[in-house]
């Protein structure tokens, strides 16, 4: 299966399940690539923040047949044919906490289509990237266009950031595009992400398992690494060699 047949097959599984994952948002342009090496995966597990009226769970099963869906849901929970729903509000760290531990193993796949408040993003971000997500595994937090309404509201939150807001996912994610590459950062510099993350609630440990991030249309795709990279920075770039030598 090719990338464009698999973009074919999410769109028809969006479309079959009526999400508007694929209707609306068009995740099948991001997702055909970022989830291609989920395709033949076989089983595996997958989490997703929000369960609504049930079109997200239907979407994931019939993209993967053999995987097993948890979703965590402020208002729903039960199970059906391979999935289960937990009853948790992710704005809540001790109930994410609490829900974790009834996943006793790591899931190759987290969404975030949940509350979409910056702030529970993030939250739910530094919750669950470290702890839940096995390595190498992707984690998607979708409808981020929350992060540039200046004065909205939504499932009964206040949405008032906008562009450039410093406590906006986009620009959480900015400065953690910032982090992936700390390796190149002197120290100095170094403390200054580390104190900015921390400040908008942004877990550095967490964002030190990110070995790359993705920015789409209204989503952001992140991918977790599978150990701690060796001799990270700092690092000074010398214009005679044109080389980084390790401080």
């Given at each position: 299966m090719t990338v464009d047949s698999f973009r074919e097959t999410l769109i028809a599984a969006g479309i079959q399940a009526n999400t508007d994952k694929i209707t609306v948002h068009h995740y099948d342009k991001p997702y055909s690539k970022a989830l291609y090496r989920l395709r033949?995966?076989?089983?595996?597990?997958?989490?997703?923040?929000?369960?609504?009226?049930?079109?997200?769970?239907?979407?994931?099963?019939?993209l993967f047949p053999e995987a097993f869906i948890y979703c965590f849901d402020r208002d729903v929970e039960g199970e059906e044919d391979r999935a289960?729903?937990?009853?948790?509000?992710?704005?809540?760290?001790?109930?994410?906490?609490?829900?974790?531990?009834?996943?006793?193993?790591?899931?190759?796949?987290?969404?975030?289509?949940?509350?979409?408040?910056?702030?529970?993003?993030?939250?739910?971000?530094?919750?669950?990237?470290?702890?839940?997500?096995?390595?190498?595994?992707?984690?998607?937090?979708?409808?981020?266009?929350?992060?540039?309404?200046?004065?909205?509201?939504?499932?009964?939150?206040?949405?008032?950031?906008?562009?450039n807001d410093?406590?906006?996912?986009?620009?959480?994610?900015?400065?953690?595009?910032?982090?992936?590459?700390r390796r190149f950062i002197c120290e100095e510099d170094q403390s200054l992400l580390q104190y900015r993350m921390m400040s908008i609630g942004l877990d550095p440990q967490a964002v030190e398992l990110v070995e790359s991030i993705l920015f789409s249309r209204n989503c952001v795709i992140l991918e977790k690494n599978n150990a701690t990279l060796e001799g990270q920075g700092p690092y000074h770039y010398s214009a005679e060699s044109s080389r980084f030598t390790q401080l």
């Open positions: 033949d995966k076989g089983p595996f597990a997958m989490l997703e923040i929000g369960y609504g009226s049930g079109e997200g769970v239907k979407f994931w099963k019939n289960k729903v937990l009853k948790v509000d992710q704005s809540d760290l001790q109930g994410l906490q609490l829900a974790m531990e009834q996943i006793d193993h790591p899931v190759d796949l987290i969404v975030d289509d949940g509350s979409h408040h910056p702030s529970h993003q993030i939250l739910t971000f530094s919750c669950l990237f470290p702890a839940l997500l096995g390595d190498n595994g992707l984690y998607a937090i979708e409808d981020i266009e929350t992060s540039y309404w200046r004065n909205g509201a939504l499932y009964g939150y206040a949405m008032n950031y906008g562009l410093p406590w906006s996912v986009m620009e959480a994610f900015k400065v953690a595009a910032d982090d992936v590459n």
